[in-house]
């Protein structure tokens, strides 16, 4: 009887390093230390010269300088080459007036999509899905989100996500459902009962004594 | 966007890196404030140039060559 043998790839998962690259781009050859002290968003898009993954770039684009604000970079990737890459950016600038202004890697050896577990293969063999990699400014995973080939993403979350992530690093707070910049936030949970008395007395927004928030 | 052309010779922004080497600025953060270039994108450029000797790297001090110097 033949044996199958399945090589067992492992995902990368939030709080780890995230895999190093060096790659090929539309910018030139990058590597994942170019971006240290930044953060970034990874992200891969199933094919160039596709409708939903057009609508994300010219989306993409537009949230560009809010990002950068953040200090925060793009980074695109699809399994298509650099010339690929550059024709469809600038066939997007030519019809809609909007210019691509991050690189996207040319991912032909599948190298990096492999190891970031971008290729699911019960939606395709040979494209990525929509993936996000918010990494941080050591390098750490901090959120990885995935949607279908047919759901176009939204930038909104994307934004609110960095936010939420900035706020939690700088105020050592946590961030409620459908939270935005200006909301209270979530003090941390008291470890002893102790720190839950002394919680109730604190003056914070309090349920109870294990969810309290404050503003900021 | 690379900061050397495929006939060896700086881009525009190999040019704007090497200007602002050229103005004393000499680390990866200096540059990238100093030409408006992205953080990223000044230390891609860096190794490319370094690689065509027309930069120099001691650490993370970068120096414009007499090559570079020809060239802007």
């Known amino acids: 009887m033949e044996e199958v043998k399945e090589k067992v790839i492992s995902i990368p998962r939030i709080g780890e390093p995230a895999p190093d690259f060096e790659v090929v781009t539309s910018h030139g050859v990058l590597k994942l230390e170019d971006y240290k002290g930044s953060w970034l968003v990874l992200f891969s898009h199933p094919a160039d010269f596709t409708p939903v993954c057009t609508t994300e770039f010219i989306a993409f684009s537009e949230i560009y300088p809010e990002l950068q604000k953040r200090g925060t970079e793009l980074l695109g990737l699809s399994i298509d080459s650099v010339s690929s890459h550059i024709a469809w950016a600038r066939n997007i600038e030519e019809k809609t007036g909007v210019k ?15 190891s970031y577990g971008m290729i699911h293969p019960e939606q ?14 050591k390098q750490i995973i901090r959120t990885i989100l995935y949607y279908p080939l047919t759901t176009g993403r939204n930038m909104q979350e994307i934004l609110r996500i960095i936010d939420a992530l900035q706020t939690t690093d700088q105020y ?13 936030v979530v003090v941390p949970s008291p470890n002893t009962q102790e720190m839950a008395e002394e919680r109730v007395k604190q003056g914070y927004d309090c349920v109870d004594w294990y969810l309290c928030k404050k503003k900021l | 966007m690379a900061c050397i052309g495929s006939d060896g010779k700086p881009t525009i922004s190999g040019i704007k890196v090497l200007r602002t080497l050229d103005s004393g600025h000499n680390n990866p953060e200096e540059i990238a404030k100093g030409s408006g270039l ?10 490319q140039m370094v690689e065509a000797s027309l930069v120099s790297r001691n650490d993370d001090i970068y120096t414009i060559t007499a090559k570079g110097k020809s060239l802007i």
Do not use: Q
């Open chain 1, 172 to 184: 050592k707070v946590a961030t409620p459902a459908n939270w935005k910049p200006g909301d209270m």
């Open chain 1, 100 to 114: 691509i202004p991050f690189p996207i890697i040319a991912d032909l050896s599948k190298e990096v999509s492999t």
């Open chain 2, 38 to 47: 992205p953080l990223f994108r000044v230390r891609s450029g860096l190794r």
């Open chain 1, 124 to 137: 395709s063999k040979t494209e990525t899905v929509r993936c996000v990699f918010i990494i941080d400014d």
